[in-house]
């Protein structure tokens, strides 16, 4: 969660806590605001995409029939009031997702959150996770890129199915994911840096930098 508002991407803030000697995950809630003429908090209405689009969540993942990337996308289009600044955040999102090795960006892990209005916006990202430090969890991918499942399968022509078939959508495209890996991969070292120096230390942080360096050079080989 830190290293993707590290890299640009609205996430809350997240902390380990300890309780005694007992480690806890800290999220801040971002679906509260302060009502100050009413003096109290107020809940944000927060709808995943799989509610959104009426699809149970025991079938979140698109394998088991759920929402892919394409239908995510037309639901932006269809339902956001930002349509195409949302539209860009989601692909950053799949990048990064892929770039850390989360196989789990399930339907139920992106939202609309409704902060003022009838219509909704993208909401910040959360339950990001590298879980392909996890040997026992499937590498299989919750949503297809380009048609693939497999993280290693999926090249430059797999990502330029995800943007219209133009060449401005391309460039654009391959500017996003190099920019992308570039940031994440320097945030990530910056970022087990700056936790050492809070006493948190664990062998899994090298193995995200290895998942990140392996998947930067993958994503951006053939630019």
Request: net charge neutral.
């Amino acid at each position: 969660m830190r290293l993707a508002a590290a890299v640009g991407i609205e996430a809350p803030q997240a902390d380990i806590r300890y309780a005694g000697e007992t480690p806890y995950y800290l999220v801040a809630r971002y679906d509260r605001v302060f009502d100050e003429k009413a003096g109290r908090v107020k809940r944000l209405h927060q709808e995943d995409f799989c509610q959104a689009l009426g699809i149970m969540p025991d079938i979140k993942y698109e394998r088991e029939g759920g929402p892919g990337v394409e239908k995510c996308q037309e639901l932006l289009r269809a339902r956001s009031a930002r349509p195409a600044v949302d539209q860009l955040s989601f692909l950053e999102r799949l990048i990064f997702n892929y770039l850390i090795g989360n196989a789990d960006a399930h339907a139920r892990n992106f939202s609309f959150l409704y902060k003022s209005g009838h219509k909704p916006e993208l909401a910040p990202a959360y339950d990001l996770l590298s879980t392909a430090v996890y040997p026992d969890l499937s590498s299989k991918m919750a949503m297809k890129i380009g048609g693939t499942y497999k993280p290693n399968d999926v090249f430059l022509r797999h990502w330029h199915r995800l943007v219209p078939d133009t060449a401005a959508a391309r460039r654009n495209l391959e500017k996003q994911m190099q920019e992308t890996a570039k940031a994440c991969l320097e945030k990530a070292e910056s970022l087990k840096s700056d936790l050492e120096k809070e006493d948190i230390r664990s062998p899994v942080f090298d193995e995200i930098l290895a998942v990140i360096a392996k998947r930067s050079e993958h994503l951006t080989d053939g630019f």
